[in-house]
């Protein structure tokens, strides 16, 4: 993706906070926006520890706990999407950005003979996902706005 259309899209994001943040009755602070800059700036999962390091390495002045209500706030918003992938980590949740994002799920790889060590997480499109869904719905007269698809594995022997 080229500079002018990430430019455009952190635009886009921060409109849509600020017109939650409104609608919602909110604080419109500057440090929602950051945090929103920084989480659309990564390309990979995270969880809150991983957001408040990275902020604290770029010397940004934000408590652990405003990243917390911060990621509650994106999180009904529509702007993240929360996994749990099983890992063993102190905050067992991770988040990736998703206002762009179209639906996918996810293959979770284990580390070799550890207990739940995420080594790899590949996202993966597949189409005939689609094709269970719309038979879900035809069978049982709903509308699926959404799906959360996990596979648990580790590697195989080389």
Request: aromatic share 12%.
């Amino acid at each position: 993706m080229d500079t002018l259309q990430k430019e455009k899209n952190i635009t886009l994001i921060k409109d849509v906070l600020r017109n939650y943040l409104l609608e919602k009755g909110f604080r419109n602070t500057p440090e929602r926006y950051t945090i929103l800059e920084e989480i659309y700036g990564m390309e990979h999962h995270f969880n809150v520890d991983d957001l408040y390091l990275l902020m604290m390495q770029k010397k940004y002045h934000v408590s652990k706990a405003t990243i917390y209500n911060t990621i509650e706030i994106f999180l009904d918003a529509g702007l993240i999407r929360k996994h749990q992938f099983g890992e063993k980590t102190l905050t067992s949740s991770s988040y990736e950005k998703s206002y762009f994002d179209k639906q996918h799920d996810h293959l979770v790889i284990y580390k070799k003979d550890s207990d739940k060590e995420i080594e790899e997480i590949i996202e993966f499109c597949d189409p005939r996902i689609q094709g269970i869904k719309e038979a879900i719905e035809s069978a049982f007269g709903v509308k699926i706005a959404s799906h959360s698809l996990y596979f648990y594995g580790t590697k195989n022997e080389q």
